[in-house]
């Protein structure tokens, strides 16, 4: 069944777990992504960063989850994951998209304030919730921000404020993860988190935590964390499985072949996932 973000987490918070957000990049993604929801009887976020949005379109997307969602017996949102702009927000609810991100983390405090505002005053009125973003995810999801040398961490005085002014419904914090490829060993800063969460009220959401170990993400959980993003390593394990195939048959030219070891790996990272967060059998 399709449905918003809204209620997925607000059941997330009072039951202490997170619902996963897996980035999709394809047909092959959504069909993953809902067949590991469907066997860890598993609510499910899908989400699209802007430059998967840019190599389909917004339709695409909303006509391929939509599908999925239809087909699902277990509750499944498409959320659109970084949102550059007013504009590209309330395209993404028109065209059908279940949830949106306003990313404002890369501009000063109160103009953050103002580009949320500008999105949830359109968006809640009709039910739609908004992710913000304030403090700093680092690394590089796509063409998003990149922040070296200025303090990441979510201040939470700031967050109170902000939340309180912009009415978002959920906050993305920055406590120490990073997009992409982690360098060194991935560190949450949960003391952070904790004095974040101990301001307010509303779902966090963890961002860039590929290849967090998980003890970290179950600790994060407890410290507030509702949602949590997935996004390289389900790249990572759909070419695995895609190489792998076609390491073994370099001739093969039927693209669906490759793909169906791609999928497995997709399903297995996800639904390992699932049981981590806490979410399997709670559709
Ligand atoms: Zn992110």
Known sequence: MFVTTKEMLLRAQE?????????????????????????????????????????????????????????ADVPVA????????????????????????????????????????????????????????LGKVGGKEDDGPAVE?????????????????????????????????????????????????????IPLVLHGTSGVPDDQVAEAIANGICKVNYATELRQAFMHGFMGHMEKDPACFDPKKPAAPGMDEIQAVVESHMDNLGSTNKA
Do not use: W
């Open 15 to 71: 039951g202490h777990y997170a619902v996963g957000a897996f980035n999709v990049e394809n047909l092959e993604f959504v069909m993953a992504v809902v067949r590991a929801a469907q066997s860890k009887r598993s609510p499910v976020i899908m989400q699209t960063t802007p430059g998967t949005v840019r190599y389909a379109s917004l339709d695409y997307f909303v006509a391929m989850v939509r599908c999925a969602a239809e087909s």
């Open 78 to 133: 498409l959320h659109l994951d970084h949102g550059n702009g007013f504009d590209r927000c309330v395209q993404a609810i028109r065209a059908g998209y279940s949830s949106v991100m306003i990313d404002g983390s890369h501009v000063p405090f109160e103009d953050n304030i103002a580009l949320t505002e500008s999105v949830t005053k359109v968006a809640l009125p009709i039910n739609l919730p908004v992710e913000a973003e």
């Open 149 to 201: 040398g200025e303090s990441p961490y979510t201040d939470p005085d700031e967050a109170e404020e902000f939340v309180a002014r912009t009415q978002c419904s959920s906050l993305a914090v920055g406590v120490g993860t990073v997009h992409g490829i982690y360098k060194g060993t991935p560190h949450i800063e949960q003391g952070v988190l904790k004095a974040i969460c101990s301001r307010l009220s």
